[in-house]
């Protein structure tokens, strides 16, 4: 799986539909292969970008959960001491 998308639901302050837009976005990219798609390709993949954007707006805006939310911060620091001890290694 594209390692730029990232888990965006349960956080504090809630997801932006930015945050959404650049996942679709990723998966898209992902998928289809094209970093930017070809002017005669452009339309069917802008479209896809939406669509793939308005179903996750959807299905985050639909679950619930008794967990409290995640703090943005405190998991960004969890991911870069990930990344410092997977990337010290190699």
């Known amino acids: 799986m594209c390692r730029n998308i990232h888990t965006l639901y349960n956080f504090d302050p809630p997801v932006t539909e930015d945050e959404v837009r650049g996942a679709a976005l990723q998966y898209i990219r992902k998928i289809s292969g094209f970093t930017k798609p070809s002017q005669a390709n452009e339309a069917a993949f802008e479209q896809a970008v939406d669509e793939v954007a308005a179903a996750s707006k959807?299905?985050?805006?639909?679950?619930?959960?008794?967990?409290?939310?995640?703090d943005r911060a405190v998991e960004a620091e969890r991911a870069r001491a990930r990344a410092a001890k997977r990337y010290a290694a190699a």
Do not use: E, W, Y
């Open 58 to 70: 959807r299905l985050l805006d639909s679950l619930v959960t008794t967990a409290a939310p995640k």
